[in-house]
């Protein structure tokens, strides 16, 4: 997942990618953060216009800042005495719901973990295409619209100079339900079988992709994350 960071420019456009986590510790004294922050992300983000985004998910995280600690971090608002709770993957994404009236009132959300123990990560990811089967252009022409979101937030960032530090996206990361026996078939007038690694991730070269451009990619199970890589 390419990390981000929206930028403290005047427009509602200006978000900024980097190569290295938002370690955003929550700053109350209770572990809590204000939904309408995080919900700020997402306005950002939506008010991209579709044309230019809509290959690509947003995605919010909460983690903790020790990564040795995998304690399930529970989320939720508490209004007028109802909790609400918010669910948090395992892997730390969060479905934040739509409410704009929390937004309104100012509602924070609560967590069960220590104060000064989480950390906020807000990143890109590529829409999976649905099925199994899909064209391998529904996935390569989703590269270059990530790639000029990178490049946008980087000027955004520092001007026309940061095109010379804006990272490349050289592969796609692809994530399954499970591990790790998973496998992705790019199949054009050749074919190319990749295999998920230990980490449980396939690693998909764009270089790859646009050989096959024209072909269909088939997986062996449903893709739960389609991640940029730039490593």
């Known amino acids: 997942m390419l990390n981000l960071l929206r930028s403290k420019g005047s427009g509602a456009l200006l978000l900024t990618f980097f190569l290295v986590c938002l370690a955003q510790r929550a700053t ?9 922050k995080l919900a700020a992300f997402q306005a950002s983000f939506d008010s991209i216009p579709p044309a230019q985004r809509d290959r690509l998910i947003l995605s919010l995280q909460i983690l903790h800042a020790d990564p040795a600690n995998h304690t399930p971090i529970h989320l939720w608002a508490d209004l007028d005495g ?9 892997d730390g994404d969060v479905a934040l719901p739509a409410q704009p009236d929390w937004t309104a009132r100012g509602v924070m959300l609560q967590t069960d973990q220590p104060r000064h123990s989480l ?23 989703a590269v270059p619209q990530a790639q000029q ?57 764009v270089d790859t992709l646009e050989a096959y451009r024209g072909g269909t990619l088939t997986s062996s199970a449903p893709i739960t994350k389609l991640d940029p890589s730039t490593d």
Not at 28 to 36: F, G, S, W
Not at 82 to 90: E, L, N, S
């Open 119 to 141: 950390q906020l990560k807000l990143g890109l990811r590529i829409r999976p295409p649905p099925g199994t089967t899909f064209p391998v252009n529904d996935l390569a022409d």
């Open 82 to 90: 109802k909790r609400t709770d918010i669910t948090v993957a395992p």
């Open 149 to 205: 979101a990178i490049n946008t937030g980087a000027r955004q960032l520092a001007g026309l100079l940061a095109i010379f530090a804006t990272p490349t996206i050289h592969a796609i990361r692809i994530s399954f339900p499970r591990c790790c026996t998973e496998t992705v078939t790019l199949q054009a007038s050749g074919k190319t079988v990749l295999q998920q690694d230990k980490s449980g991730t396939i690693t998909l070269p």
């Open 28 to 36: 109350a004294e209770t572990a809590t953060i204000a939904y309408a």
